[in-house]
């Protein structure tokens, strides 16, 4: 904690949806958070004013051209960077106490390890840095003795519904609202557009993470991310389709018991948990109205329709560079298919081509990930130029 008695956060991706919603909280609460930093990707629009709104002492973006605009706009007091090395230097920033992970994909590993190195409680709201790294990072969390808070909302759910009773975990029950295509048929989901998919039903998020919803790949990814936060073989997670996503996840006991995370759809409420824990504090969101919700339904997902969810199942099984290598080849067919260069369902096929070509390796550093990341990445163009020949 600074020297004010405030805690100092940092928030990687401040221009994403979740980075959005953190800095509305932290402002909300002035006198118990300070902003340390933000960082984004390339939107420096939006980055400039969050700057001059919330005077963080730094600020990095990713890219180059981005970074030479951001000099002209930004001057004086807020230390500016760019790159990956600035992004780890912010992670580590002496003033911070929690670094928020929102960046969207495998590019936040690296600050997250540079984080959890420098002592810091990390919020992660990046799954995917725990996909592709998840045994690295999860064993430097407990060699540093620091602690990592799930801000998804269904890890935050889990968390939150385990609390002291980890050894007592039977199953994890990881709800899914089933996208907007849960009823589609396999005809109807061959014609989906890129449009159709960005509209989901419950939870207003970014395009990446969207997408990832409508394949289910998300909960697939969810499937895995549990896995390491929790400790938890995968015979002991399930998924249970959602539709109402008022339940965030459950868990279930060896006895039997169930205990459920129930709350609005509103991602400040996890995030703002993540930055307080072990305390609570009021927040602005609309309260759940019981009575008006009146029911909740649950049923099984439909794997032959979605199969991103068994192919995360096979690879989170198969392990070492496999987890990886479904990200990487997932984000680069996710965004093939919004720049409207493939089809709904070739997300999924090439995907799955590209991890029956790769050849798992232990996954115990860094470099070996980053190299399983990168040759998926190559992999996944190289079989998206063929099927969209194919078309
Ligand atoms: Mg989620």
């Given at each position: 904690?600074?020297?004010?008695?405030?805690?100092?956060?940092?928030?990687?991706?401040?221009?994403?949806?979740?980075?959005?919603?953190?800095?509305?909280?932290?402002?909300?609460?002035?006198?118990?958070?300070?902003?340390?930093?933000?960082?984004?990707?390339?939107?420096?629009?939006?980055?400039?004013?969050?700057?001059?709104?919330?005077?963080?002492?730094?600020?990095?973006?990713?890219?180059d051209k981005a970074y030479k605009a951001l000099q002209q706009q930004l001057n004086g007091?807020?230390?500016?960077?760019?790159?990956?090395?600035?992004?780890?230097?912010?992670?580590?920033?002496?003033?911070?106490?929690?670094?928020?992970?929102?960046?969207?994909?495998?590019?936040g590993i690296e600050p997250t390890l540079t984080a959890?190195?420098?002592?810091?409680?990390?919020?992660?709201?990046?799954?995917?840095t725990l996909v592709a790294a998840g045994d690295l990072v999860m064993r430097r969390v407990e060699d540093e003795g620091i602690l990592l808070l799930p801000v998804d909302s269904e890890h935050s759910a889990i968390f939150q519904c385990l609390a002291r009773e980890r050894e007592h975990l039977h199953k994890i029950w990881l709800t899914a609202s089933g996208g907007p295509f849960r009823s589609?048929?396999?005809?109807?989901?061959?014609?989906?557009?890129?449009?159709?998919?960005l509209k989901h039903p419950t939870w207003m998020m970014?395009?990446?993470?969207?997408?990832?919803?409508?394949?289910?790949?998300?909960?697939?990814l969810e499937v895995?991310?549990?896995?390491?936060?929790?400790?938890?073989?995968?015979?002991?997670?399930?998924?249970?389709?959602?539709?109402?996503?008022?339940?965030?996840?459950?868990?279930?006991?060896?006895?039997?018991?169930?205990?459920?995370?129930?709350?609005?759809?509103?991602?400040?409420?996890?995030?703002?948990?993540?930055?307080?824990?072990?305390?609570?504090?009021?927040?602005?969101?609309?309260?759940?109205?019981?009575?008006s919700l009146g029911?909740?339904?649950?049923?099984?997902?439909?794997?032959?329709?979605?199969?991103?969810l068994d192919l995360a199942y096979q690879a989170g099984k198969t392990g070492g560079t496999m987890p990886a290598v479904m990200n990487a080849a997932n984000e680069v067919a996710v965004s093939a298919f919004l720049d409207e260069g493939l089809s709904f369902n070739s997300i999924v096929t090439a995907v799955a081509e590209v991890m029956e070509r790769h050849l798992p390796l232990p996954a115990d550093d860094l470099d070996t990930i980053l190299d399983a990341d990168h040759w998926a990445r190559r992999e996944a163009q190289n079989i998206i130029q063929q099927l969209s020949k194919r078309v």
């Open positions: 904690m600074s020297c004010d008695g405030k805690i100092g956060v940092v928030v990687l991706g401040s221009t994403g949806s979740i980075g959005r919603q953190a800095l509305d909280v932290i402002e909300r609460h002035r006198d118990r958070f300070r902003l340390v930093g933000i960082a984004a990707y390339n939107e420096t629009a939006l980055l400039c004013e969050q700057a001059r709104r919330c005077q963080p002492l730094a600020v990095n973006v990713h890219e007091g807020i230390r500016l960077s760019q790159g990956m090395q600035g992004l780890c230097e912010l992670a580590a920033h002496p003033q911070a106490d929690v670094v928020l992970v929102a960046v969207s994909g495998a590019i959890i190195a420098a002592g810091k409680r990390v919020a992660l709201a990046n799954k995917e589609y048929s396999p005809m109807q989901l061959e014609n989906v557009t890129v449009a159709m998919t970014g395009p990446k993470i969207t997408v990832d919803s409508a394949t289910l790949m998300n909960k697939g895995i991310e549990a896995h390491h936060l929790f400790a938890a073989d995968y015979d002991h997670i399930e998924v249970v389709v959602h539709r109402e996503s008022i339940v965030h996840s459950l868990v279930e006991f060896v006895d039997g018991s169930f205990l459920a995370h129930l709350g609005p759809h509103d991602m400040r409420i996890p995030i703002q948990y993540a930055l307080t824990y072990p305390q609570r504090q009021e927040s602005p969101v609309q309260r759940l109205d019981l009575c029911e909740l339904h649950f049923e099984k997902p439909d794997r032959l329709r979605f199969p991103a």
